[in-house]
């Protein structure tokens, strides 16, 4: 039996700060459901203190989702997690996510603390929290660039106060793989009270490292993972759900770990996320692209022709997207093409094939793509 990974889906929280973005709670409502379905666990739904929306939409998915996590994410403040508690008062499993920062650079400039200050200051919201859940989350904000040894005297002293889950945030994507696996194997290896807690990798994307950031993490035993469909969030954005999901799937050989993710429902629900926020998804987006299936060079058609394993290694159905797709461009060549023709229902002899391939090499030169209109025309001349 492997490991469970939770997965903490964050779309709707850190997803939603992306800039430009903002949802209505009718449409956070209809993404949550589609998460559940999904197979998310937690559910962030908002930050409740930040605006009578966020207040309302948190509230209404802690009342509405079942079979799901609903958390709330709060600054370590007891007004701020006072309403986090009132919002969740009617989820099935509330969970508040609390926490600060514990690099100096967070400490100097932005809280203007001392590090036990600000030790202390996380320790009576973990306590606070506790009168309304004991699914406590704490997150140690901007941890990638701090003392690791302060580090472990924060994660001893929240998990003594009630913390349940561990959040070891790279706030702002500065890390590399083996440092994040080294953060988090190190603090499994340093914090004698960490079995009483499971460690969850939050990373982003500013050096285009989240997703390998967050697999370095489970490798070194973290089991929550903090993912966003379509990898959306603050700045460059979150780890893409759908890429740490299919990771875990494809190469279940290496990680040895499970979710409990339908992979199947992920284009569908990347599509609805896409539609609902405005923020489109790049072609080559790994898993959920419109192109992420598409063939267009020839050795590449020949090769998926013959058989998809040559250059797939999922299969477009697995992630709910459409069959393969052979793109006939200028790159592309007779497999491809007769490929095409059958599809459209031609069936030539190779004297008249050959014709045809001509023309469409001439053509296909002027242009992006041929596609069926145009291959109708040159069956036609
Ligand atoms: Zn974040």
Redesign the pocket.
């Known amino acids: 039996m492997y490991d469970r990974v939770t997965v903490f889906d964050t779309t709707l929280r850190?997803g939603e700060q992306s800039p430009g973005v903002r949802l209505s709670t009718d449409e956070k409502l209809e993404i949550g459901r589609a998460l559940v379905d999904l197979g998310v666990n937690v559910i962030e739904a908002g930050f409740p203190v930040s605006s009578p929306g966020d207040f309302d939409a948190v509230r209404t998915l802690a009342r509405e989702l079942d079979g799901v996590q609903v958390c709330a994410l709060t600054r370590a403040r007891k007004a701020d997690i006072d309403v986090a508690g009132e919002a969740l008062s009617a989820a099935e499993d509330p969970r508040i996510h609390t926490g600060l920062g514990v690099s100096d650079n967070h400490l100097h400039y932005k809280l203007k603390m001392s590090r036990a200050e600000a030790l202390e200051t996380g320790v009576s919201a973990v306590r606070h929290a506790k009168r309304y859940t004991d699914n406590i989350e704490y997150f140690m904000e901007d941890s990638g660039r701090a003392d690791r040894e302060y580090v472990f005297r924060v994660v001893e002293a929240v998990i003594d106060a009630g913390a349940t889950t561990i959040n070891v945030?790279d706030?702002t994507g500065y890390m590399y793989p083996g440092e994040y696996r080294s953060l988090i194997e190190s603090i499994r290896e340093s914090v004698p009270n960490i079995d009483k807690a499971v460690l969850s990798c939050?990373c982003?994307n500013d050096l285009g490292m989240a997703t390998a950031n967050t697999l370095a993490g489970v490798l070194g035993g973290a089991r929550q993972v903090e993912v966003a469909i379509n990898g959306i969030?603050?700045r460059a954005g979150?780890t893409a759900l759908e890429e740490v999901a299919m990771a875990l799937v494809i190469r279940r050989d290496l990680f040895e770990v499970e979710t409990d993710i339908n992979p199947g429902l992920l284009t569908g629900v990347s599509q609805l996320v896409s539609r609902l926020t405005g923020m489109m998804v790049q072609r080559n987006k790994a898993v959920v692209g419109a192109n992420a299936f598409s063939h267009s060079s020839g050795i590449h058609q020949d090769g998926v022709l013959k058989d998809r394993s040559t250059y797939e290694i999922m299969a477009p159905e697995s992630v709910g997207a459409e069959k393969s797709e052979i793109v006939l461009t200028a790159r592309s060549g007779r497999h491809g093409l007769r490929h095409r023709l059958a599809q459209m229902g031609f069936d030539f002899t190779e004297e008249r094939f050959e014709e045809i391939y001509e023309k469409f090499v001439t053509m296909a030169d002027g242009k992006r793509e041929v596609g069926a209109e145009d291959l109708r025309q040159l069956v036609a001349s």
Do not use: S
């Open positions: 850190d945030p706030t939050h982003h969030g603050e979150n």
